[in-house]
Antibody
Framework: QVQLQESGPGLVKPSQTLSLTCTVS??????????WSWIRQHPGKGLEWIGY???????YYNPSLKSRVTISVDTSKNQFSLKLTSVTAADTAVYYC?????????????WGRGTLVTVSS | DIQMTQSPSSLSASVGDRVTITCRAS??????LNWYQQKPGKAPKFLIY???SLQSAVPSRFSGSGSGADFTLTISGLQPEDFATYYC????????FGGGTKVEIK
């Protein structure tokens, strides 16, 4: 059973870079069965897709965040990571990592528990 | 971006009720529509893909329908564990989610 777990600082200062890592357990990140994704949820609000990466390194980003986002993968550690630069209070959210299936009708299959990141000085 | 609009934003219902949630896309998305359930403090849980295909292990009281721009999620015989917020999501293009529908206990 594949499981995902987010980790990283819960507090980031404005203008700095938010960095999170998602560790995949119970399966290989290189299996080719998933795109590895980041999704966020502002407090009390809906869900926003940030981007995803394939184990090969191919990335796909939300155009609204693309200029500030980098997603990378470390297959040796079975991890993938998110970097979001120049953060503001508007980036305060619960950040989830999730697996996106590769099927034609795809969906976000498995989710981590989420981690709250607060942007504040 | 394709905008997804859910209605109602919240509803009150009783155990055993039939509940219908609507999701409308700003353009034709064929059947590229998923549904998720989220309980407070928890990650979303995937329920339905391709508008009407139930994920394995999801109870059969959940059903999805629609195509094009109009979709519905129906819960036939609401159970206590179904009180949650439900989100639709389109995968026709850059993925976007609806604003959510909170199902509360009457």
């Amino acid at each position: 059973q594949v499981q995902l777990q987010e980790s990283g600082p819960g507090l980031v200062k404005p203008s700095q870079t938010l960095s999170l890592t998602c560790t995949v357990s119970g399966g290989s990140i290189s299996s080719g069965n998933y795109y590895w994704s980041w999704i966020r949820q502002h407090p009390g609000k809906g869900l926003e897709w940030i981007g995803y990466i394939y184990y090969s390194g191919s990335t796909y980003y939300n155009p609204s965040l693309k200029s500030r986002v980098t997603i990378s993968v470390d297959t040796s550690k079975n991890q993938f990571s998110l970097k979001l630069t120049s953060v503001t209070a508007a980036d305060t959210a619960v950040y989830y990592c999730a697996s996106r299936t590769v099927a034609h009708y795809w969906y976000f299959d498995l989710w981590g528990r989420g981690t709250l990141v607060t942007v504040s000085s | 971006d394709i905008q997804m609009t859910q209605s109602p934003s919240s509803l009150s219902a009783s155990v055993g009720d039939r509940v219908t949630i609507t999701c409308r896309a700003s353009q034709n998305i064929s059947s590229y529509l998923n549904w998720y359930q989220q309980k407070p403090g928890k990650a979303p849980k995937f329920l339905i893909y391709a508008a009407s295909s139930l994920q394995s292990a999801v109870p059969s009281r959940f059903s999805g329908s629609g195509s094009g721009a109009d979709f519905t999620l129906t819960i036939s015989g609401l159970q206590p564990e179904d009180f949650a917020t439900y989100y639709c999501q389109q995968t026709y293009s850059t993925p976007t989610f609806g604003g959510g529908t909170k199902v509360e206990i009457k």
